[in-house]
């Protein structure tokens, strides 16, 4: 038997050495962060405030921002911290606690987004029927949904992430993420790397195929429309939620469904990069430009501010 001394500290090595490197990273990070909650935010609170706002979609919308802001804050300001500072180090603690916020605000947007793209279904192909599928009841229940789902799914492994016990104190990334801490592990992970992988492909590939179906249902509707006037504007607000979902899951399947080699490792942490900093940054903004309503509270809301200061 060997001695072990538990590891109380991680040193996050974060993405590049250089300084030049450094700053021009920290730069684009801290912009993308701010108008990242900026826009979540702004998205926030037109729901709230704006009493044409308040249906379903604009619902699910306000959960989804949420998430965005909860998703980029797990890890980016951390990491925006270590810049200038030089402090690389987390605690076992803080490294476990951004691993589990990380993985349960993200996961649960995949669910989300899935749910959003059935709410589109509905209101597409079964538009009559609409008000009684997706009333607000059955709205918060599929929100609880999504987060039940996720904590089942994530919970396990994490569980048993916690009895690791560890080599090495230095994680070859900017966040504590997975990959990076099985990689110092001195148990053996096989057995927690074959459940997140489950858990990936439940979560990635099951969510995936029900955002295509609901696609594949929308665009043979849209398709049967007399009308082009309703066609173009079924496929602008389909568009949106297609351009956010290819973003979203092709840059996490590529990261945590396709196997990391030591060379992908710095190519993977620019696409975590593309998930957890772009991603929440540009939702809001191909949301609201292609969404009259929403652009339209906007302008109400930039108004009612205006007139306030001037009074």
Known sequence: MRNHTPVVSFILLGLTDDLQMQILIFTLLLI????????????ITLILVDSHLKSVVYYFLQNFSFLEIAVTSACIPRFLYSIPTGDRSITYNACVAQLFFTYVFGMTEFFLLATMYYDRY???????????????????????FCWKTTFLIIFPPFCLGLNLE?????????????????????????FIEEMTLVGSVLIYIMTLICVVLSYMFIIRTILRFLSAQQRTKAFSICSSHF??????????????IKPSSKDELSINQRVVILTTSISPMLNPFIYTLRNKQLKHAFNDLVKRILSVSKN
């Open 32 to 43: 993308t962060y701010i108008l990242s909650l900026t826009g979540n935010l702004i998205i």
């Open 122 to 144: 509905v209101a597409i192909c079964k538009p009559l029927h609409y008000m009684t599928i997706m009333n607000h009841r059955s709205c918060k229940m599929l929100i609880f």
């Open 243 to 256: 351009i956010v979902v290819s973003i979203t899951y092709g840059s996490c399947i590529f990261v945590y």
């Open 166 to 190: 560890f080599c090495d104190s230095v994680i070859d990334h900017f966040f504590c993420d997975v990959n990076p801490l099985l990689k110092i592990s001195c148990s053996d992970p096989w």
